[in-house]
């Protein structure tokens, strides 16, 4: 299957610093890619979609000035969690869709960041 | 986007098949089902979708009612590495994930 890579896998922050976590899709060229977000014993809660060129959009009750992404080429997704706070500490994952031939519309996941904030 | 209904849990005995339902009687025509996995830590793998037909692959089978009101994902020969949570999800454009069928394979 297609790999997407997810960088970093770990990270511990301060209080009020910024992190970015990156998503590549590294042998297939992704027009969409998503972000996911899972706290303990829970289900992956959609985030928000972002399209290559275009803004991201968000799921409702994420804010989107605290969670930025960039989608700046086929190939790369950017998830920056602004100004973060111990409540952001939760296990981020994104997914990039396939969009080309029987591999349509099939979403591959990265392996997830950690993020832990003091 | 149609809700899905799984069972919490299951239990499988390694090397028997393990055969997990899903509900979706909301399904609508144009709203594939998808399977994938996570197993603890990892982020989600893609296991198998259809439409309409019976589908198979390396990993699982895949088997829709004629009505699509419900599915069944086989896996042939359960292992101890298939324990996983294991999502069924009715697809429009992005994956909705909820909370999945918790698969433990016992030796």
């Known amino acids: 299957g297609a790999v997407v890579s997810q960088h970093p896998s770990w990270v511990i922050c301060k209080s009020g610093t910024s992190v970015k976590i990156e998503c590549r899709s590294l042998?297939?060229?992704?027009?969409?890619m998503f972000w996911y977000r899972q706290f303990p014993k829970q289900s992956l809660m959609l985030m928000a979609t972002?399209?290559?060129?275009?803004?991201?959009?968000?799921e409702q009750g994420v804010e989107k000035d605290k969670f930025l992404i960039n989608h700046a080429s086929l190939t790369l997704s950017t998830l920056t969690v602004t100004s973060a706070h111990p409540e952001d500490s939760s296990f981020y994952i994104c997914?990039?869709?396939?969009?080309?031939?029987?591999?349509?519309?099939?979403?591959?996941f990265g392996a997830g960041t950690r993020l832990s904030v003091l | 986007d149609a809700k899905t209904t799984q069972p919490t849990s299951m239990d499988c005995a390694e090397g028997r098949a393990a055969n997990l339902p899903c509900n979706h009687s909301?399904?609508?025509?144009?709203?594939?089902v998808y399977w994938y996995r996570q197993i603890h830590s990892q982020g989600p793998q893609y296991i198998i979708h259809?439409?309409?037909n019976n589908e198979t692959n390396e990993m699982a089978s895949l088997i829709i009612t004629e009505d699509r009101k419900s599915s069944t994902l086989i896996l042939p020969h359960a292992t101890l590495r298939d324990t996983a949570v294991y999502y069924c999800?009715?697809?429009?454009?992005?994956?909705?994930f909820g909370q999945g069928t918790t698969l433990q394979v016992k030796p």
């Open positions: 997914s990039a869709r396939d969009g080309s031939g029987r591999g349509a519309h099939i979403q591959y």
């Open positions: 042998d297939f060229q992704a027009t969409t």
């Open positions: 972002s399209n290559e060129g275009s803004k991201a959009t968000y």
């Open positions: 909301t399904i609508s025509g144009n709203e594939y």
């Open positions: 259809g439409l309409k």
């Open positions: 999800i009715a697809y429009t454009g992005k994956l909705i």
